[in-house]
């Protein structure tokens, strides 16, 4: 399909993908018997149909539930390699990957174990020609304390961290909660991110940028209700991660053609396309650039801009940009 085909061929940064959300049923089954963890499900089909959801909250319960599968150091490098050879399937180059360890460590997963895991996923991924970052979620329906605590336990990683973000439940867990906690990580040199606007208020994408701080901004869909915010983020040339298909699982948007891409472009705003949690919403990157491009009828301009806007919202230093522009 020509569509697909020149969307591969453009080089393109994956910036909002959680490692965690690319666990495909088969891999969860695969990882449930090596480790001997109980399923809810005995079929593919029974845990594909599980994934109808009215909203982020009914996302996250089963993600997290999925996500107990995950016990060994091999588990998590076999995750991030097989995301990676997606990636590169797609035509992508490179990637910025979230992880949540509290969703490990609270059930007695050493964060060395997850992050090691990860990191060597990675090395091999640089054999194939993708390079990554790794960004590292506080979960927002939990408390400060439990924040700094795992700020803490990355300390001897903070090296192989490139910055750290927020995310799960939005409505009622404001960007202000965690003032303290951004403050800290931009005092250690990390790259700061924060997911807003997805459910929650045009309000939160204020403090996503004034209170935090954030040099990125992850979903961002309700700032279009303020004229004053979709501005802001023009004139200061936010990158914005926006997943269009996550979106449309989710119920923020009731169909792919009123999905607000197209307008985000229009009024000049720096947006990208990503996939999320792809095993989660039935779509890796290709997917997602292909689907919305369909239903919104992007030009192969407006499609250049999207991949460009990838590469040079990632966190990559200008010289390991350049070959990708
Ligand atoms: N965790 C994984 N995916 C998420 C999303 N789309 N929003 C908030 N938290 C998440
Ligand atoms: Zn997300």
Redesign the pocket.
Known sequence: DPLSDFIRGLPKAEL?L?I??SLEPEQMFEFARRNRVALPFRTVEEVRAAYAFTN?QD??DI?YQGAQVLRTEEDFRDLALAYFRRLAADGGVHAEI?F?PQTHTDRGIPFQVVADGLLAGMAAADELGISSRLIL?FL?HQDEDAAFATLRAAEPYLDRITGVGL????VGNPPSKFARVFQAARQRGLKLVA?AG??GPPDYVWQALDVLGVDRL??GNRALEDDALARRLADQGTTLTV?PL?NLK?CVVPSLDAHPLGRMLDLGLRATVNA??PA?FGGYLLDNYVRVAAALDLSRDQLVRLARNSITGSFLDGEAQAPHL
């Not at 995310?167 to 939005?170: A, C, I, K, P, Q």
């Open positions: 909002h959680h965690e959300g982020l996302f996250l993600y979230f949540d979620c927002r995310d799960s439940s939005e997911h997805e459910e992850d979903h997943c996550s989710l999320d949690d989660y």
